[in-house]
């Protein structure tokens, strides 16, 4: 906890960007739109369907203030997580590639170019494994504990022990890139160079919330799980049941689509097979996370094959 006053809910929204900038990037990956006059936070997040004490959390965190845990909401903190991943592995990183690109010379025999390149092809993929882990195991976790089930073998303290910082590589590659490099007047480069140090910095803050802000509030839920009673786990025969009426609640169609994603069908492919519009395949593909709360395919493909729906041999 910081000991400078954070911002409330009364607070115009505007006002917040204008102290820190960054927090357009928040607003962003909460989804919400700029344009919002002289509207404060409560009317802002209300309009967007935001969790006002999670974004005011977030905010206060990035802008160093007063900030709690407490009063986080996981499920709007996991959105605001998966879309700040997102941003980074479909967005930040590949456009970042492209500006190095055009910066150094690698048409010819310049090997220190090619090796920096290569060396920020390896750290891209060390980021999305690292985030694809969150989203497809963590976050999974988490949905499993919202529904009151906590799991024999994993906690959230098996993720904290081992959750490391995924910007130190970018500062390697600012370094090679500065020390060994020779170009002069190169002003693409420095641009790219300002581009990497804001990246990192993004990347940093992005780690330390959930270090500081996601990881504290799941150990609250496990708490109250724990003392909970009767304590319920994943592998109980009640969580069986769950599942049961989980898969009931799904239709036919829903089923027969759910079996497709699992073969690794896109919506089109699905949609030519089943005779059915990309429309329709989409708002079913939707009904079938939210009523199975799976919001990856690898969950889905988990989820399938737990519940005998496809065979692993039919899995691409």
Request: charged residues 25%; hydrophobic residues 40%.
């Amino acid at each position: 906890m910081n000991s400078v006053k954070g911002y409330c809910y009364g607070d115009k929204m505007r006002d917040l960007v204008k102290d820190n900038s960054a927090l357009i990037l928040v607003m962003g990956r909460f989804g919400i739109s700029l344009g919002f006059g002289d509207k404060t936070v409560r009317e802002v997040c209300g309009m967007h369907g935001v969790d006002e004490a999670t974004f005011l959390e977030v905010a206060n965190f990035v802008s160093e203030k007063d900030y709690s845990y407490e009063v986080v909401s996981l499920p709007s903190l996991i959105g605001y997580l998966k879309q700040a991943h997102e941003y980074f592995l479909d967005f930040n990183l590949p456009n970042l590639r492209r500006k190095l690109i055009e910066a150094i010379d690698c048409s010819g025999g310049n090997d220190i170019a090619m090796l920096i390149v290569r060396f920020y092809d390896e750290y891209v993929t060390e980021v999305r494994k690292h985030m694809e882990y969150e989203n497809e195991v963590v976050f999974s976790y988490v949905e499993q504990l919202s529904q009151g089930f906590l799991n024999r073998d994993f906690t959230i303290s098996d993720f904290a022990g081992k959750h490391t910082g995924i910007s130190e590589k970018l500062k390697e590659l600012k370094d090679i890139i500065i020390r060994y490099y020779p170009e002069k007047n190169n002003y693409l480069l420095g641009a790219v160079l300002l581009d990497i140090l804001l990246c990192e910095q993004d990347l940093t803050s992005h780690c330390l919330i959930e270090d500081e802000l996601f990881v504290p509030a799941v150990r609250l839920i496990e708490q109250n799980l724990k003392c909970s009673q009767p304590v319920l786990y994943t592998d109980d025969g009640d969580g069986e049941v769950v599942e049961k009426e989980k898969l009931d609640a799904l239709s036919d169609r829903e089923k027969d689509i759910l079996v497709c994603i699992t073969k690794g069908m896109s919506s089109k492919e699905i949609a030519d097979t089943l005779f059915l519009s990309v429309h329709t395949v989409t708002t079913h593909r939707r009904n079938i996370s939210q009523k199975l709360q799976i919001h990856t395919t690898a969950g889905l493909i988990i989820y399938a094959i737990a519940n005998k729906l496809v065979n692993i041999e039919d899995i691409k």
